[in-house]
């Protein structure tokens, strides 16, 4: 069967209070447009499409989509998903939408959704949530256990105000039913919008069969408003994250300092300290030693300790048994097993083989003011402190680079090199 998701992504997100669109918003260093899309992924949506609408380069930068819609006014949910109609009105199959700004919905909670919706031969199924606190969503009216529609705050009766069973903006249709009736809805009503609600009430007067299931957990469901809720919500998850991690055997020192994104894997054994920071795609091998470093899209083998205070960003590769220091920065390198860097250096866009030492206040002179060039370190080369390596570079094998350097030239293998003033010494100086 054909699946497709649509996220709907095109709103401002008003009561966030900053410039940045709603869904490029993030937790924990990743969007919350591509925390919805990683559980439609992991649910196993085949294509998934954002509405996009208010400053759309800014939601399109935060992943390689496929494909994405545009709403160009945002005119309601219902609307939104009009937007979808020509490339998908004909297509067999299911359509789940679902609201961006709704990022810690689990994948197991949409696969129960689409379950349900297949096993029960479903035209629509919906995931709710029983809320304390419902005010401001879509309540659910049912009538005994039938669902008879969706009626939003500002519309609803003082009786339906009542109701504590909300809508949480996910739903599974039919597709080919789905946009059939689209075009349907009508702005008739108190916010003057088109809303994605309706659809299910023309459901009912074709009599299409419409079912409501809950979502697994209630903290799932939990739309994200204001800053408020956004730090909620980071805690929620952070919570859950370590959690999960101390479980596999990783020792956190103090979890409400530590944190730690959904993509990342720590290794058993490995022990994290507070003010520590993994964010995006990082791996961490077995007994590793992380102390108040930021860590991004980043691989570390077992046996490595960082920090405290180091930085290791964007696609950096290290083996196993490496010893990064204090204020050490690293940036897209690879570090082969056994290298050490123990304080004050930068390396960039550099390849340094095994058991390289990298002496105090080393800096890979990665950048001349237009681009970047690299720098490859071979076998066993020692590199003294306070060194400056002018990209691009080459230090050979097992050659030592003179403490106070500054290196242009290629050093071949078994070499020494000195680049600097030799000292001079002017006796008695001070004597006269
Ligand atoms: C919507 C639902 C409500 C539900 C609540 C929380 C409707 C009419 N109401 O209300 O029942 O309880 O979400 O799930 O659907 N968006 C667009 N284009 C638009 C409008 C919205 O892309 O023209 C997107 C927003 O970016 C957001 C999502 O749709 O990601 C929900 O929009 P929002 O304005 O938050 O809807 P609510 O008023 O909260
Ligand atoms: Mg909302």
């Known amino acids: 069967m054909n699946t497709y998701g649509l996220i709907l992504a095109g709103g401002k997100g008003t009561r966030m209070n900053d410039s940045l669109p709603k869904v490029a ?151 080919k039913l789905l946009f059939k009736f689209i075009k349907e809805l009508r702005n008739e009503n108190k916010q003057k919008e088109l809303y994605l609600t309706d659809v299910l009430s023309i459901f009912k007067r074709e009599h299409l069969k419409v079912e409501a299931v809950s979502a697994l957990t209630y903290e799932e469901t939990i739309g994200i408003s204001d800053k408020s809720d956004l730090e909620k919500a980071t805690t929620f998850l952070r919570t859950k994250i370590n959690q999960k991690h101390m479980i596999n055997g990783v020792s956190i020192i103090d979890s409400s300092n530590t944190y730690i994104g959904p993509d990342v894997n720590i290794g058993s054994g490995t022990i994290i300290y507070p003010g520590s920071v993994l964010e995006g795609k990082v791996t961490i091998g077995e007994n590793c030693l992380i102390q108040a470093s930021y860590i991004y899209d980043s691989s570390l083998g077992n046996n490595v300790t960082v920090g405290p205070f180091a930085h290791i960003r964007q696609n950096c590769v290290l083996g196993n048994d490496i010893r990064i220091g204090n204020f050490v920065e690293i940036k897209k390198s690879t570090l082969d097993d056994g290298v050490k860097s123990a304080h004050l250096t930068y390396l960039g866009d550099s390849e340094i083989a095994k058991n390289v030492n990298i002496g105090c206040g080393t800096i890979t002179v990665n950048y001349d003011g237009k681009n970047k060039h690299k720098t490859i370190i071979e076998e066993g080369a020692f590199i003294g402190s306070n060194a400056n390596l002018i990209a691009p570079i080459t230090i050979g094998k097992n050659s030592k680079i003179a403490a106070g350097s500054t290196i242009t030239k290629d050093v071949p293998n078994d070499s020494l090199a000195i680049a600097r003033e030799r000292e001079t010494i002017k006796k008695d100086y001070y004597k006269k």
Request: proline share 3%.
């Open 25 to 175: 918003q993030k937790i924990l260093g990743k969007e919350f447009i591509n925390y919805v899309y990683d559980a439609l992924d992991l649910a196993g949506i085949e294509k998934i499409y954002p509405i996009v609408g208010y400053k759309r380069d800014i939601v399109l930068a935060c992943r390689d989509f496929e494909n994405y819609f545009v709403q160009e006014k945002q005119l309601g949910t219902g609307h939104a998903v009009q937007m979808a109609y020509e490339n998908l009105y004909d297509k067999e199959g299911l359509c789940v939408v679902i609201a961006g700004d709704q990022p810690l919905i689990t994948s197991e909670s949409l696969k129960e959704l689409i379950r349900v919706h297949k096993k029960n031969e479903n035209h629509l199924t919906l995931l709710t949530a029983i809320s304390p606190d419902p005010y401001g969503y879509g309540r659910i009216v049912r009538d005994g256990n039938e669902v008879i529609k969706i009626v939003e705050e500002k519309d609803a009766t003082e009786k339906e105000k009542l109701i504590d069973e909300v809508n949480i903006s996910t739903f599974c249709f039919d597709n």
